[in-house]
């Protein structure tokens, strides 16, 4: 049931998570780059393979930790208000391990 409940808001929490992430790539790379406020696209000609390169690693480094902070802050406060984690546990693991 917790489960249940746990995934529209792991959705949610997702999409949050990625509006963050977004809002730190911009301001992180406006000090990196002074003629753009978001990292070029790989298919922008008027660029250079370090920017491109550089940007991709950035939102690639941020969206992860943003995402994983998010997703464990939400399993947390499940945990807290429910008492039941909502992911897998040790337990889980050692039944599909047999």
């Known amino acids: 049931m917790v489960k249940l409940f746990y995934k529209p808001m792991a959705i949610a929490l997702g999409i949050a998570a990625g509006s963050i992430a977004g809002k730190i790539v911009a301001a992180v790379w406006a000090k990196v780059d ?25 939102q690639g480094v941020v969206r992860s930790v943003v995402k994983a902070a998010v ?3 939400g399993a947390t406060g499940v945990e807290k208000v429910t008492g039941t ?5 040790a337990a ?3 039944k599909a391990a047999a």
Do not use: F, I, N, S
């Open 34 to 58: 002074d003629d753009g406020d978001v990292p070029p696209k790989p298919d922008q000609k008027d660029t250079t393979w370090l920017l491109v390169l550089t940007g991709a690693a950035l």
């Open 71 to 73: 997703k464990r802050g």
């Open 85 to 89: 984690w909502p992911g897998k546990t």
């Open 92 to 94: 889980d693991r050692e």
